[in-house]
């Protein structure tokens, strides 16, 4: 096995996630197989408990684990499902160890940094190595050199390195030049600074990348090597790209970084094939068409909360030679102004998920704007709980059907606490959470967006649509066109009677990449050009 970690300097928000991600890109159009992992230094267990606002949003995998947005670049820049073994906080590691001592497994001994947590970290690295088929797997570390949180994560890597043999690693270093307008000039500095807190630590870096909104010059390449003890060719440039994150790999590969690489860990491979993916960003970049489509929700203000419904969209929009401009709306806004005011005139209208009370009539709203104006709607879980209520309470007459979790006590409903929920008390990993199957109703939307009888999605709530309403509402023209079989449970409603009007309960966007757009957001961008086509 070989291995890369991926670490930053000077400040974090680098893009060192797209990085690893790039890099993996270029590697498996090589021919290798490849998978990622993220090391987060934080004390939280998961992600699944911080707010959006601080944390941007969270991604499920298939086996349920709540992760960072990062694992959301590797699944859509390579072609690997990742699982819990692929992310990995401290408060795992300090949660596994102290489980440990209170079981007696340390036989008596003092539990220590060094050797039980960082054998904590490595263990992982191991685990992920022996269930993993491929050749490469890269590791993206959190946060920055000299942060006191990460230094143990840095601590493991170095000793891992050493186990596994130095040249089966490769380090490489993300860091910042910045450019000093009054001086009219990049300052190499904070790079400098920022390798020589990595080589104090025993890592030395194999290759430097540096983010820079300008083109780096052949004097301040060769000024970092000599001071960072790499050679000229192992420092490359990550330019602002101009127009999507998918032109980072062909960035990247300017420098010939994956030649570098794959040279530093003895691996003999052609060139990376990349004509699928510049076709791709051809795509992205100069589509024929344009749409605009409203999201509607309440972490609006944080482009992060979101990420990866604005990645399908633009997934989507290359499918259908379209670009897809994002009319972001606040859901409290329109709770105060009303939907037509501030949505308008738009070619579709997507309601994600969220948690809590906030902005819901907003939202509620938007769902009664989009189905009496006719505008193409997706709800995306709490966008279908919504989608539920709002034609409970005008078209079947339930004026104060709503969820138990913004009403207890509504006399209708319509979605209502899992049974398996109550009596939870713990918030973290306590969700429906993960993949499960639907089986898909012949003859309707759902089935000719997807063109099969039945499709495994990746879940995170813990509200569902009340069975108990269903026969109120399926009479009233609400279609239920998928159901979980072995819970019962509704996964997708949609509307007949409405040119595109579909909801469901699962996440499609954490099912979208390149190249592989999800149907859903695919149907919804289609159904939005047609409806531009006739306004």
Not at 494 to 508: D, M, R
Request: aromatic share 8%; with cysteine; proline share 4%.
């Amino acid at each position: 096995m070989k291995y890369i970690f991926v670490t930053g300097g000077v400040v974090s928000s680098l893009g060192k996630g797209l990085a690893a991600a790039s890099i993996g890109t270029l590697l498996e159009r090589c021919g290798l197989k490849v998978t990622l992992q993220k090391f987060d230094p934080y004390l939280n267990v998961d992600p699944g408990t911080m707010s959006p606002f601080q944390h941007g949003e969270v991604y499920v995998l298939n086996d349920g684990a709540e992760t960072d947005l990062d694992l959301g670049h590797y699944e859509r820049f390579v072609h690997c499902s990742l699982s819990r073994l692929n992310n990995l906080t401290s408060g795992q590691v300090f949660e596994s160890v102290l489980r440990k001592e209170r079981r007696g497994d340390y036989l008596g001994k003092t539990v220590q940094y060094i050797p039980h947590v960082t054998d904590e970290i490595k263990n992982r690295l191991y685990e992920v190595t022996e269930k993993s088929d491929v050749d490469i797997i890269i590791t993206e570390i959190g946060g920055t050199v000299g942060d006191m949180e990460g230094h143990i994560f840095l601590e493991a890597l170095r000793q891992f390195a050493l186990e596994v043999g130095r040249d089966n690693v490769c380090f490489i270093h993300v860091t910042l030049l910045p450019y000093i307008k009054a001086a009219g000039e990049m300052k190499t500095k904070p790079t400098q600074q920022s390798v020589a807190k990595l080589r104090e630590i025993g890592i030395q870096p194999d290759v430097i990348i540096c983010r820079t909104e300008y083109d780096m010059s052949e004097d301040e390449r060769r000024k970092i090597a000599m001071f960072c003890n790499v050679e000229a060719k192992n420092v490359i440039a990550f330019r602002d790209v101009k127009n999507t994150i998918y032109e980072c790999p062909l960035d990247l590969s300017q420098d010939k970084i994956d030649r570098i690489v794959t040279k530093r860990l003895g691996l003999d491979v052609p060139a990376p094939n990349l004509a699928d993916w510049q076709r791709y960003v051809g795509r992205v970049i100069s589509p024929s068409h344009s749409i605009k489509i409203a999201v509607v929700g309440k972490y609006i203000a944080l482009q992060d909360a979101y990420k990866s419904i604005y990645e399908s969209f633009t997934h989507a929009g290359a499918e259908n030679d379209a670009r897809v401009e994002i009319l972001r709306i606040d859901a409290e806004e329109i709770e105060e102004k009303g939907a037509e005011a501030l949505i308008g005139s738009v070619d579709g209208i997507l309601v994600p998920g969220g948690f809590g009370d906030r902005g819901i009539e907003g939202k509620i709203q938007t769902v009664e704007y989009a189905r009496t104006k006719g505008i193409p709607f997706l709800g995306i879980c709490l966008g279908m709980q919504v989608a539920v209520i709002e034609y409970a309470r005008h078209i079947c007459g339930m004026d104060d059907a709503n969820s138990t979790e913004f009403d207890q006590k509504s006399t209708h409903p319509v979605i209502s606490l899992q049974e398996e929920q109550k009596g939870i008390k713990a918030m973290g990993a306590t969700m429906r959470l993960g993949a499960y199957k639907a089986l898909i109703q012949p003859g309707t939307l759902a089935h000719k967006l997807y063109g099969k009888d039945s499709v495994t999605e990746r879940h995170r709530h813990r509200y569902e649509f009340n069975p108990a309403y269903r026969g109120e509402l399926e009479n009233a023209g609400l279609v239920i066109s998928a159901v979980n079989d072995e819970h019962g449970l509704v996964e997708v409603v949609e509307l007949p009677s409405h040119p595109f009007f579909i909801a469901c309960q699962y996440h499609p966007e954490f099912q979208s990449a390149p190249n592989r757009a999800h149907p859903l957001f695919s149907g919804l961008v289609s159904a939005a050009l047609e409806h531009k086509s006739h306004s």
